[in-house]
């Protein structure tokens, strides 16, 4: 009875999330703005935006941008990052267009499907970088302390392999989520299409691994030719998934759909299994659903950045640090808890 109600809290949930991410994904009035464009037309034909002008805007004759001798060129730090005309041009519009909207008293609109975030030292979503680097610090800590635990702090069997049943599953899980956050940091740094989408394949593959380990440790799948038959038509999924958004179209509502469902069902699956099992670390496992839950919240809610600088995504990254750290807890305690039992077994 208790867990046909979670379930249907969750599925509940699952469909709330759903739509009120695909409402705040398509809430992009800014560059519906005909100030907004009126400024970006005009820039991208003169290179300016009032009496400031760019570089990378200047043309030729013939239509051909003129960078100018080298020591006229941006540093390799800024070029880097391809910022171009289009670019600057939308930033200073939308900053002049925000001055405005301030002056009359009006509240921040997304532009292109972001809010308007200063720039520092070239780097687009300041925080949100900082915030994606320091989850894969965390990510690299947590993955080296399970590797010392479990080679150098645990028993290994005779022919020196771990007794942990899931030790390949967990280092490859370590590996994609380290991945996942550096393509995160570099797509923050600059949205481009190739950061863009090496973000979101990043993160999709990381989400759906996590489901299928979801999967196999809930339920116990030890054996593995059984593992294999569980993750293989999930892999398969995934896989088609990815290249369907490199390849075909990135299709941002149908991505987050999966992104959704994949996220909510292993959350469902811990839970579940959190609440049957006797496991002692389980009240860990509880902390990051809850937490994990509770951080959607984040992404749901979005709001206007503080200062152009912090706003909920980048708020949303600052949550997973500490989920990140107990997660990696769990994930060695899960380890101890079993070889231990099976060292038992084995005398």
């Given at each position: 009875?208790?867990?046909n109600?979670?379930?249907d809290?969750?599925?509940?949930?699952?469909?709330v999330?759903?739509s009120c991410?695909?409402r705040?994904f398509n809430a992009s009035?800014?560059?519906a703005?005909?100030l907004?464009?009126a400024?970006?037309?005009?820039?991208?034909?003169?290179?300016?935006v009032g009496d400031?002008?760019?570089q990378?805007?200047?043309f030729?004759?013939d239509?051909i941008s003129v960078?100018?001798?080298?020591?006229?060129?941006?540093?390799?730090y800024?070029r880097?990052?391809q910022?171009?005309?289009?670019?600057?041009?939308?930033?200073q519009c939308?900053?002049?267009?925000e001055k405005?909207?301030?002056?009359l008293s009006d509240?921040?609109?997304?532009?292109?499907g972001?809010?308007?975030?200063?720039?520092?030292?070239?780097?687009?979503?300041?925080v949100?970088?900082?915030?994606?680097?320091?989850n894969?610090?965390?990510?690299?800590?947590g993955?080296l302390?399970?590797f010392?635990?479990l080679?150098?702090k645990l028993p290994?069997?005779?022919?020196k392999?771990t007794?942990y049943?899931?030790?390949?599953?967990w280092?490859?899980?370590?590996?994609l989520a380290?991945n996942?956050?550096f393509w995160?940091?570099?797509?923050?740094?600059?949205d481009?299409?190739l950061?863009e989408?090496?973000?979101y394949s990043?993160?999709?593959?990381?989400?759906?691994?996590?489901?299928?380990?979801?999967?196999l440790r809930s339920?116990?799948?030890?054996?593995?030719a059984?593992?294999v038959?569980?993750?293989a038509?999930l892999?398969?999924?995934?896989?088609t998934?990815?290249?369907?958004?490199n390849?075909y179209?990135?299709?941002?509502?149908?991505?987050?759909?999966?992104c959704v469902?994949?996220g909510v069902?292993q959350l469902?699956?811990?839970a579940?299994?959190?609440?049957?099992?006797?496991h002692?670390?389980r009240?860990k496992?509880?902390?990051?659903?809850v937490?994990?839950?509770?951080a959607m919240?984040?992404?749901?809610?979005?709001f206007?950045p503080?200062q152009?600088?912090?706003?909920?995504?980048?708020?949303?990254?600052?949550?997973?640090i500490?989920?990140t750290?107990?997660w990696?807890?769990?994930?060695?305690d899960d380890?101890?808890?079993?070889t231990?039992?099976?060292?038992?077994k084995?005398k």
């Amino acid at each position: 009875m208790f867990v046909n109600q979670m379930v249907d809290r969750y599925w509940v949930a699952f469909f709330v999330v759903l739509s009120c991410l695909i409402r705040v994904f398509n809430a992009s009035a800014g560059d519906a703005d005909p100030l907004y464009k009126a400024c970006v037309e005009q820039c991208e034909k003169t290179g300016c935006v009032g009496d400031r002008c760019f570089q990378r805007c200047r043309f030729s004759s013939d239509g051909i941008s003129v960078d100018g001798p080298w020591y006229m060129q941006e540093p390799l730090y800024m070029r880097w990052k391809q910022w171009d005309c289009q670019s600057d041009c939308r930033y200073q519009c939308m900053l002049d267009r925000e001055k405005e909207r301030e002056t009359l008293s009006d509240g921040p609109v997304k532009y292109h499907g972001k809010w308007p975030l200063r720039r520092i030292f070239g780097f687009q979503e300041p925080v949100s970088v900082a915030l994606s680097a320091f989850n894969l610090a965390m990510q690299f800590h947590g993955w080296l302390s399970f590797f010392i635990l479990l080679y150098y702090k645990l028993p290994l069997r005779p022919n020196k392999k771990t007794y942990y049943e899931y030790t390949g599953l967990w280092h490859i899980y370590g590996l994609l989520a380290m991945n996942s956050w550096f393509w995160s940091s570099v797509f923050h740094s600059r949205d481009v299409d190739l950061t863009e989408k090496l973000d979101y394949s990043s993160a999709v593959a990381l989400l759906g691994y996590s489901f299928i380990l979801a999967i196999l440790r809930s339920f116990n799948v030890r054996d593995e030719a059984a593992k294999v038959m569980v993750a293989a038509p999930l892999i398969g999924f995934i896989t088609t998934h990815i290249l369907y958004l490199n390849c075909y179209k990135l299709d941002y509502g149908w991505n987050m759909k999966v992104c959704v469902f994949m996220g909510v069902a292993q959350l469902l699956l811990w839970a579940i299994w959190a609440g049957v099992t006797h496991h002692p670390s389980r009240w860990k496992l509880w902390v990051v659903v809850v937490g994990g839950g509770l951080a959607m919240l984040l992404v749901i809610y979005d709001f206007p950045p503080y200062q152009g600088l912090v706003d909920a995504h980048a708020l949303w990254h600052a949550t997973t640090i500490p989920l990140t750290y107990i997660w990696w807890s769990f994930i060695k305690d899960d380890a101890e808890f079993r070889t231990t039992n099976l060292v038992k077994k084995v005398k």
